[in-house]
């Protein structure tokens, strides 16, 4: 009689193991700044990487032949520091056991985690890290989800010349890799353009009283502003300018007035525009994935804010990744980045395609950006595409 | 030259919310030889009670500046008897440490309940025009505040009972004692009102720029520099010192990058500590 049990069990096991498939884990490390000056930003980034998990594995989970993983995401607070990043990501790898990487927020910590995931040889899919030259140095294995820095003032530097052919441009940005980056790119872009720039400095990320800059942005006749950082220093900058009446016809900044939080400035925040990776309002039809508008709403739903384009840049990581697993069939790490070399895809963030020059592998060559600006329709502030024309919501102002 | 001018019409008028947060810092220094490294966290108390005031309860936002200094005021003297008392008297460590201590831990509880983003609290007032440049409104106010409130310093510390038994103890702690004044409680009464100035520049600078759990530390930094220029233990100096930096900051910016200006200003803290170690202000000492 129990040879029987036993028998019957056995055979009960066996039956239940080819009816359902395979459950596994497959571990994704990165991490967010929970705390310091990237908050605002990280968090947003880190929002759209959580949505995309719980939609994964929602519907089941990433389907591999026969086995389908649930997707777990292993993330600490790196504090906006590299430090920390350099130690965070080595855990993530070597204790965690993570099988796949994403990047942490910002340019600069994307640069510290690279080192680390090529060390280990693991993939990573970056978002938030628009510079370049992080993928000049022979990296095999990161693959860039934003347009490069060099992209970021191209358009706003079109636009506005179609507007006043002969500008008088102030370039003041934020000391960090990506801003000078973005700084290189525009010089280089102005010169080609024939266009001088009435002002070109730099100043700290730290820097809270902008009063001085503002005086030199005024003494210097400027009547276009280019520039900015980051949130919380680009926040601050657009406050001043507005509070000091400082008289430009046209601002241009990075990265912050992309925010949904950028509102809180009122009407501080009228007219300023900013280059931006994605905005809810693009039409871009997926070959998979969500729409921009079902994204939008599941994002409202889940976290009761727009979302800006650093929430879209960490959904879209997962979704690339998700999908170079798929067509990999496998989760082994180097037929997941041929399947990543591989990838002509548009998504609900656009068209997404990387390099596989060795001289700057992994560089995002799919992807376009897009010029948002802030403007007020029936008394409420929102933000319009405005630039390129195809995709404009709204007329610049200028 | 008018863009040089209103840079340091600018520069002064920030200077002087320098001044007052640096008083608070000094004044504690002189009174029990005590560097407050928690002073950072507590600008950002100032900053964060002016939101809560203004943004969060919808009050005026200078309506905050008194509760604020009643709040600095009766949470410097409890963080006196926890953190300080048992160190006055020991080598200067000891309280660096402590204070430092308090600072982390400051830093750590904002950071849990209103995490590191920046926040904004709008304060509209009229601005001054001149030319192409404004001064605003609330740059202006705030000169004014910081020159009030450093005049009702000076009342108290010249002018009233409690204020000679501070500038006793600051001047001879044993010889204090022996003639009656209850030292230990004037020195955590020092300690109050320190912490209250420091609460109070903050709630000042929350008026002018948006900020964050984090923004105290350029403010600490910007108060060394400031006690150095004006004399370790002088209030009246840390006012002009602050002024004195505004003005340095505001001749400075239009001749260099922005990005060089704590260049200069540090190094001239190297300077004056080694040239003028008791203040370029010294003589204005108490």
């Known amino acids: 009689m129990e040879v029987f049990k036993v028998l019957l069990l056995a055979a009960a096991a066996a039956l239940a193991a080819t009816a359902a498939p395979a459950q596994e884990t497959l571990t994704i490390g990165f991490t967010a700044s929970q705390t310091g000056a990237l908050n605002n930003d990280s968090t947003a980034q880190m929002r759209g990487i959580e949505l995309w998990r719980d939609e994964v594995n929602a519907k089941g989970g990433i389907k591999v032949g026969g086995t389908t993983y649930t997707v777990n995401l292993v993330t600490y607070d790196d504090e906006s520091q590299g430090t920390r990043v350099q130690q965070l990501y080595a855990r993530l ?17 994307v640069a510290t985690a690279a080192i680390i995931s090529e060390q280990y040889g693991k993939v990573m899919v970056t978002t938030g890290g628009a510079l370049e030259k992080t993928y000049q140095l022979g990296n095999k294995n990161l693959f860039q989800i934003y347009s490069g820095a060099s992209q970021y003032l191209a358009g706003a530097l079109q636009a506005l010349r179609e507007k006043n052919p002969n500008p008088r441009i102030a370039f003041v940005y934020e000391d960090d890799p990506f801003s000078k980056g973005v700084a290189a790119a525009v010089r280089e872009l102005a010169k080609s ?146 399947a990543l070399n591989k990838m002509d895809v548009t998504t609900f963030f656009g068209h997404t395609k990387f390099s596989t020059d060795p001289k700057q592998h992994g560089l995002q060559i799919g992807h376009q950006m897009v010029l948002a600006q802030w403007q007020k329709r029936n008394g409420q502030l929102v933000k319009e595409v405005v630039w390129p024309t195809d995709a404009k919501t709204a007329d610049i102002l200028y | 030259m008018i863009g040089i001018v209103a840079s340091v019409i600018d520069g002064v008028l920030i200077g002087s919310v320098y001044g007052l947060a640096a008083m608070g810092l000094t004044l504690i220094w002189g009174v029990m030889k005590v560097i407050n490294l928690a002073h950072g966290a507590i600008v950002v108390l100032g900053m964060f009670i002016l939101y809560l005031m203004a943004s969060a309860l919808g009050l005026p936002a200078y309506g905050a500046i008194p509760v604020t200094i009643a709040i600095g005021f009766v949470f410097g003297v409890a963080l006196y008897w926890i953190a300080v008392h048992r160190m006055i008297g020991r080598p200067e460590l000891m309280s660096l440490l402590a204070t ?21 609290v709008p304060v509209s007032i009229p601005g001054v025009t001149w030319g192409r440049y404004t001064f605003t409104g609330t740059h202006i106010m705030a000169a004014i505040l910081a020159a009030v409130i450093a005049g009702l310093l000076y009342l108290l510390l010249y002018r009233t009972r409690v204020g000679k038994a501070i500038r006793a103890v600051a001047n001879n702690r044993e010889a204090a004692e022996l003639a009656g004044i209850p030292t230990t409680q004037v020195l955590s009464f020092a300690f109050g009102l320190g912490v209250a100035l420091a609460g109070v520049s903050g709630t000042l600078i929350a008026t002018l720029f948006p900020f964050t759990v984090l923004s105290g530390e350029a403010y600490q930094l910007k108060g060394f520099v400031v006690t150095v220029l004006g004399g370790l233990g002088n209030p009246a100096g840390a006012l002009l010192g602050g002024i004195a930096l505004g003005l340095i900051e505001g001749l400075a910016t239009p001749f260099m990058p922005v990005s060089w200006i704590p260049i200069v200003e540090f190094g001239l803290f190297v300077f004056c500590l080694i040239a003028f170690p008791r203040g370029i202000f010294a003589f204005s000492k108490a």
């Open chain 2, 100 to 120: 430092f201590s308090v600072n982390m831990v400051l830093i750590g509880l904002g950071t849990a309940w209103w995490s590191t983003s920046p926040y904004n």
């Open chain 1, 93 to 109: 790898i070597t204790q965690d056991k993570a099988q796949f990487l994403i990047s942490p927020y910002s340019s600069g910590l």
């Open chain 1, 193 to 338: 353009m024939g266009l001088t720039l009435a002002l070109d400095e730099s100043y700290a990320g730290s820097t809270t009283d902008f009063t001085p800059i503002i005086n030199k942005i005024i003494s210097s006749n400027a009547d276009v502003l280019l520039g900015g950082g980051h949130y919380a220093d680009g926040a601050t900058l657009a406050r001043q300018l507005y509070e000091q009446k400082a008289g430009l016809k046209w601002v241009t900044l990075l990265v912050a007035p992309d925010s949904p939080k950028f509102a809180q400035l009122g009407d501080a925040a009228i007219g300023i525009s900013v280059p931006s990776q994605w905005e809810p309002q693009v039409t871009f039809k997926p070959d998979f994935g969500p729409s921009p508008a079902q994204f939008t709403k599941a994002f409202i739903d889940k976290y009761k804010i727009e979302p800006g384009y650093h929430a879209a840049g960490g959904y879209a990581a997962g979704l690339i990744l998700q999908r170079a697993i798929e067509l990999a069939g496998s989760v082994e790490p180097d037929k997941v980045a041929d």
